[in-house]
Every structure is written in structure tokens, then in C-alpha cells.
């Protein structure tokens, strides 16, 4: 974090934590005015759903927009959003979704079928670098629409009439629905992005609380950087009478030690993350707080596998044989963890990965030595990048270390702040980098389509014409237990090609203020709003 920047970020804590008298505290005031605090990990890079990926920034979407459907964040199945009902082809390859007839924009305008036909095709403009295009290829003709083959009257989104949407798949997908609760599918009001650049413009105005239109059940109203984005109820929202929180403040705050100390001060509902050294106290001491829950999500190092000697597929094996898995989940992160051998993490679907990246240091450096790096000399200085957190820094710290005792080499650490993190990894302008995936749905293709050629979210320069071919097969195959083969043989192909270093599963941990009701963690971090309030 840049230092002035700091500086001004624990002013601004410091505030919070000694300004206010017992009597002032946030959540005392939140809960009699129903407005939520909230620990929201780093400043987001920006609010448009179609060129965003972090998580701080998905859970403020969350609130702003919704689309065709959305998840029970209690058992996470599928549930109506913007579209009231849907009809599915006995084929399973054509959908016909019928928008609610009051659904309205935040400026009182009418979300027609025709809102959606606009934000997909924005989606699928190259010059937008939406990273998440290619998981609506299974719409018919999307992909050949990227790639500047056919016009967008070609593709498979129709708007039949005002408030009916249909929808063509290349073949039946079963994880359909789940695609279209990702906030790259989310309804955008096109008119509104139009007035401050052209669709397919990145990071324009259009997101600013003064310019904002959308659809979802908030709109923010104050985004002040370094400090909050205040958020309050949309009058317009379809089910509006029904929301009962008033505003939602979320807070960037990248410690969380800082974060765990305002909660205990009473400044916040809810944290982002627990310091690990306080899990124990909350587990005994105070439990009730206390959200500890397994995610559908994994840890991982991505390697820039164009750069010299990370094109070497013997460098590459060397450093991820060499890391101890179990050793960083016992004594660096201790919040309960699980080593990671492959991309995939086990899913609720009962799917495991059965390659596994071996821990063999003797292996590592016998294939260092053969790419010509014999106990490490003359191995060149390579840099880990990763965003400002104790949690990052701790984790690069332990492999920077293994790296030096089991081969020989010096690695250096660089951390920056989200967005330049985000931008430079876009770019590929980095070496070794530290990345995290939590499943945007629950089927093992959200973790494994990653990674195929040219895909926005691959970052590595991984191409592998077999693994791409199994990639599509599977998106194609009906059957389920030929379906998890084939993910089996993608899971193996990435063990072998070392694009990316697994490290571990996620389990996450929390505080959530036992005033906050209707709030339920869930696998996937998935989160609604709608129903929440605050008790007194």
C-alpha cells in the first residue's frame, strides 16, 4: 500500500475507533436506523459487473444488480430474480424467460427483454475485455460473435416481446441458470454507460453514485476511495416493500487486525476476515460472533509461463514439488484449511481431483538442476506480486523461504494495492503472482474453463490444444459420469503442465454481530441483502 495512502486510511480507523463515545457507536446507531457496516477487504477497482472479478467488488454488486435469477443463499439453489418464471425446451437447449412485469430501473424506467439482448452483446465485445465472456459461450453463436465472425442478430438471446426473453444454447447445459447468477450476466442500462463513453469503454463514469443506474435492490449514493461506498435503498426495485435495511456502508479495509479491533469497538456488523492469532479466542470466548465455514475455492500461484525460466516446464515442477502444503496450513494460515494437490477443489457434487501435484524436494531439485540450475546458481531473481494483505504476505513470506532451503534460489516479494495488483496481472506483467478462484457456480467447469486457451481469466500463457478439446467436450457431454472423466483428465493435465501452483482450499472465518439477522453463509460466498435487517 502506498504510503500516504495508509496514512490516511488509519486517520480515518483511528476515527472511528476513539471519535465515538459508547453512545455513538455505528452499530448502535445502524441498528435503530437499519444501516448495515460492513468490512469489505480491499478498495474495489470499479462497479461494472462485465470488467470486474474480485470478490470486494462482487459484494457490493450484489446489492446494485441482479439478473434473470438469482441463489437461496441457504441452499443455494436457484431462485427468480429480474424474471419471475422460466420455461425450458425438452431439449434442454432453448429457454424462455418472462420478466416481472413491475421490474423497473433506479431511475423509473421500464427493464424490458431488450435491457438483456444489450448487456450480452456488451459482454461479448472484445474491445471490453470482459473476462468472464467465454462462460456464456454455451449461448448459440456467442463465440463466433467475439471473434468478429457473424453479427450479433445471429446469436441466441432474443427479445420476443417487452418482458420475454429467449435464450438458444449451442447444447443442454446443466449449470445454465447457475451462469446466469453471476454478476457477468447481470442486466446493465446501456443508455446510461452510452452517455459517458462508448459500450465496449472500460472504467468510465457511468458507475459514479452521482451517474448510477441499475436494477438491484440498493443504489450507492457516497463513494469517498480509501474511506466507504454508502449504499441505500432503491425505491424502484420490484420487491422494494419488502427490503428492510435502509443503507449498506461497506468499508476497504485491508487489515484485519484493524478490522477485527473496530468490531469489537462496535464500528462494525461484519468483518471481511478474523486475524488468525484471535480465532481461538472467538471460538471459546465468544462464538456467537463467530462465522467459520468451508468455501467452494482455492488458493494458488499462477506462473507467467511466457518469461524465461518460466517457460521451462522442469523450473515450473521444480518450484511447486518443493512447497510443503500441510506445512502452510498448519503453522502460516491455521484457520482450518486444507492442502491443495489439484485446481479443483471438492465440490458439494462429490467431485474430487485425482492427480495431484506430488511434495518432493529431491525431485524438485534434480529438475532444477536439469534446466540448467544446478542447487540454484545462476537462477535468476524472481519476484512474487500480491495484493496488500498481513494474509498474502505471510503465504509468500513461507514459499520464499521453502524456495531458498529446499532449492537455492532468492525469490523477492512485491505487494501493491488491488487495482494496480488486478491491472498488472491482466497485462501479464508479472512472474510469479498470487490468485485465488471461488466457483461461480457448483460444477467443476468454473474452475477448469479457466485455464483454457485465451480465456480472460487464464493469465498464464497456458495453451494446451487437449486440455481446450476435453474443455469442450465436457461443456457438450449430458452424461454425468463421462462429464467427470473428463474433468479428471482436465484436472491431471494442469498437475502436469504446471501452469499454476495449487496451495490450498479455502475455509473462512468471520465476525458477524449477532444484531444482524437473516444473514447466511454459505460454500460459495454468495450473499443477498434482500432479506436482512438489524435488531436492537
Known amino acids: 500500500m502506498h504510503k500516504i495512502r495508509w496514512i490516511t486510511y488509519c486517520i480515518f480507523a483511528l476515527g472511528l475507533l476513539s471519535g465515538c463515545g459508547k453512545s455513538q457507536k455505528l452499530v448502535d446507531i445502524g441498528n435503530e436506523k437499519q444501516i448495515l457496516y460492513v468490512a469489505n477487504g480491499d478498495e474495489i477497482s470499479d462497479l461494472d459487473p462485465q470488467t470486474t472479478t474480485g470478490m470486494p467488488e462482487w459484494r457490493i454488486q450484489r446489492a446494485l444488480f441482479e439478473g434473470l435469477v438469482s441463489r437461496d443463499p ?13 420455461e425450458v425446451s425438452d431439449d434442454g437447449k432453448k429457454y424462455k424467460f418472462y420478466i416481472r412485469a413491475n421490474a423497473k430501473w433506479s431511475n423509473g424506467d421500464d427493464l424490458t427483454a431488450d435491457d438483456f439482448v444489450r448487456s450480452w452483446k456488451r459482454s461479448f465485445l472484445p474491445g471490453l475485455g470482459n473476462q468472464y465472456a467465454s462462460s456464456l459461450f454455451v449461448i448459440k453463436n456467442a463465440e463466433a460473435f467475439y471473434e468478429g465472425k457473424i453479427g ?70 457516497e463513494w469517498i476511495p480509501t474511506k466507504h461506498i454508502a449504499l ?35 464500528q462494525l456488523h461484519m468483518t471481511y476476515y478474523l486475524p488468525r492469532d484471535k480465532l481461538e479466542y472467538y471460538k471459546t470466548k465468544n462464538s456467537d460472533v463467530l462465522r467459520s465455514f468451508p468455501n467452494f475455492a482455492t488458493y494458488f500461484y499462477r506462473f507467467n509461463t511466457t518469461i524465461k525460466p518460466l517457460n521451462d516446464l522442469r523450473v515450473r515442477k521444480a518450484l511447486a514439488y518443493s512447497i510443503n502444503r500441510q506445512q502452510i496450513v498448519e503453522y502460516v494460515t491455521k484457520f482450518g484449511q486444507k492442502p491443495a494437490y489439484a485446481l479443483t477443489p471438492p465440490d458439494p457434487n462429490s467431485y ?117 478439446e476435453l474443455m469442450r467436450a465436457s461443456a457438450l457431454e449430458t452424461n454425468v459420469e463421462q462429464r467427470m472423466a473428463l474433468f479428471q483428465r482436465a484436472d491431471k493435465i494442469l498437475v ?27 460454500t460459495m460466498d454468495y450473499y443477498s441483502y434482500n432479506r436482512v435487517y438489524l435488531e436492537k
Open 496 to 522: 502436469e503442465e504446471v501452469p499454476i501452483m495449487p496451495l490450498y482450499t479455502y475455509h473462512w472465518n468471520r465476525l458477524v454481530s449477532t444484531s444482524v439477522k437473516n444473514w447466511h453463509d454459505n
Open 152 to 221: 450479433f442478430d445471429e446469436v441466441g438471446v432474443k427479445a420476443v416481446e417487452p418482458k420475454i426473453l429467449d435464450v438458444e444454447l449451442i447444447a443442454p447445459t446443466p449449470y445454465f441458470l447457475q451462469l446466469l447468477s453471476h454478476h457477468s450476466a447481470f442486466v446493465l442500462h446501456t443508455p446510461t454507460i452510452e452517455r459517458f463513453g462508448a459500450l465496449d469503454e472500460r472504467g468510465t463514469k457511468w458507475t459514479r453514485p452521482e451517474n448510477f443506474v441499475g436494477n438491484g435492490p440498493f443504489v450507492p449514493y
Open 352 to 468: 474430487v481431483p485425482e492427480a495431484k501435484m506430488p511434495y518432493d524436494p529431491e525431485l524438485a531439485r534434480n529438475l532444477l538442476a536439469e534446466a540448467g540450475f544446478p542447487e540454484g546458481k545462476g537462477f535468476p531473481k524472481l519476484t512474487i506480486a500480491f495484493n496488500t494483505t498481513d494474509e498474502h504476505r505471510n503465504i509468500a513470506v513461507a514459499i520464499q523461504q521453502m524456495w531458498k532451503k529446499e532449492l537455492g534460489i532468492d525469490i523477492g516479494l512485491e505487494n501493491m494495492e488491488w487495482k494496480v495488483f488486478l491491472d498488472r496481472e491482466r497485462q501479464m506483467a508479472y512472474e510469479i503472482d498470487r490468485a485465488s478462484w471461488v466457483g461461480d457456480y457448483l460444477d467443476p467447469f468454473t474452475f477448469l474453463e479457466m485455464f483454457t486457451t485465451g480465456n480472460g481469466n487464464n493469465k498464464t500463457g497456458f495453451s494446451n490444444q487437449d486440455y481446450d
Open 232 to 266: 441505500k435503498r432503491n425505491p424502484y426495485y420490484w420487491d422494494a416493500a419488502n427490503i428492510k435495511l435502509n443503507e449498506i456502508r461497506f468499508f476497504p479495509i485491508q487489515k484485519s487486525t484493524v478490522e477485527e479491533r473496530m468490531f469489537r469497538a462496535g
Open 74 to 86: 441457504q441452499t443455494l439453489e436457484v431462485v427468480p430474480g429480474v424474471a419471475e418464471r422460466w
